[in-house]
């Protein structure tokens, strides 16, 4: 682990986020380093005034740094999805959460694009998956997935029905 977090740290990542539309370079290991400060101030805020003080800035510099994060992953996915261009500055704890968008907001436009414009005459129908369900091709030759529990998307009635009866996915009635 590196060195550890203190208050000078933590206000200029602060400053840092406030300041940049982009996400600012942070320590890799900065949200477990976050935690471990927050324990070890912990008793010493129930005798001391000022150290109570500082135990409630930092508190509210770590949330403003970690709202304006998800913000900037948030904007980061749509700039992504749209460019192609990978992330810049994501922590391994961020990146799950950005894979997460990212991965979402693709299932997203592919739905939409399929109501847009169809690849085939192959009627299709929305589903949402009850489990992962792994690649496979349609009745449209047309690839489709792989797809994680939860996720929402346009795959031809046939392979639908299919999934159905699978238990492997419920339609989607869209209105």
Known sequence: MADILTYETIRRIHKDEELSVKLSKIPDDFFER???YIRSKEDAVKTDAAAAQEFQNVKHRLR????????????MALYSVRTGLPPENLTPTERPFFENILAALKNFRQLREDFLDPKSG?????VAFT???SAFMGEDMVPYGPF???DIASV????????F???KAEEMKIK
Do not use: H
């Open 34 to 36: 976050t935690r471990d």
């Open 64 to 75: 403003f740094i970690m709202e304006a994060r998800e913000r900037k992953i948030l904007n």
């Open 122 to 126: 192959v009627p299709l129908k929305v």
């Open 131 to 133: 489990e992962d369900v």
């Open 148 to 150: 994680k529990k939860g």
């Open 156 to 163: 031809p009635e046939k392979n639908a029905e299919i999934l």
């Open 165 to 167: 009866s699978d238990k």
